[in-house]
């Protein structure tokens, strides 16, 4: 059974950066896409970014060119340094993991099984 542990949420000025960290345990993680998601309140899950286990990324266009995502397979672990931060990225921040297998850039909600518990990010204007 994967297990999928977020950390790194907090409370930031708008113009700051944070750092995220997904770490992940019980398949071997070289063999697994991982992405990020976000939810804002009242509103739909969305897609962030998603690292492919070859190490190819693929961003989301509101945040394209202010997060950068990375992995660190001997740790189990992927980063999501986030700078510039708008008040607009204040979310719940989700990672997921799913085999390799399957579609190459895996964008949406439902091609993941393996979610972790969220960790708030606020950005104050």
């Known amino acids: 059974q994967v297990q999928v542990v977020e950390s790194g949420g907090d409370l930031v000025q708008a113009g700051g950066s944070l750092r995220l960290s997904c770490t992940v345990s019980?398949?071997?993680?070289?063999?697994?896409?991982i992405g990020w998601f976000r939810q804002a309140p009242g509103k739909e899950r969305e897609f962030v970014v998603v690292?492919?286990?070859?190490?190819?990324?693929y961003y989301a266009s509101s945040v394209k060119g202010r997060f950068t995502v990375s992995r660190d397979n001997a740790k189990n672990t992927v980063y999501l340094q986030m700078n510039s931060l708008k008040p607009e990225d204040t979310a719940v921040y989700y990672c997921?993991?799913?085999?390799?297998?399957?579609?190459?850039?895996?964008?949406?909600?439902?091609?993941?099984?393996?979610w972790g518990q969220g960790t708030q990010v606020t950005v104050s204007s």
């Open positions: 997921a993991a799913e085999d390799r297998s399957g579609s190459i850039w895996k964008i949406r909600n439902d091609e993941y099984h393996s």
């Open positions: 019980g398949r071997t993680f070289t063999s697994l896409d």
């Open positions: 690292a492919r286990w070859t190490g190819d990324t």
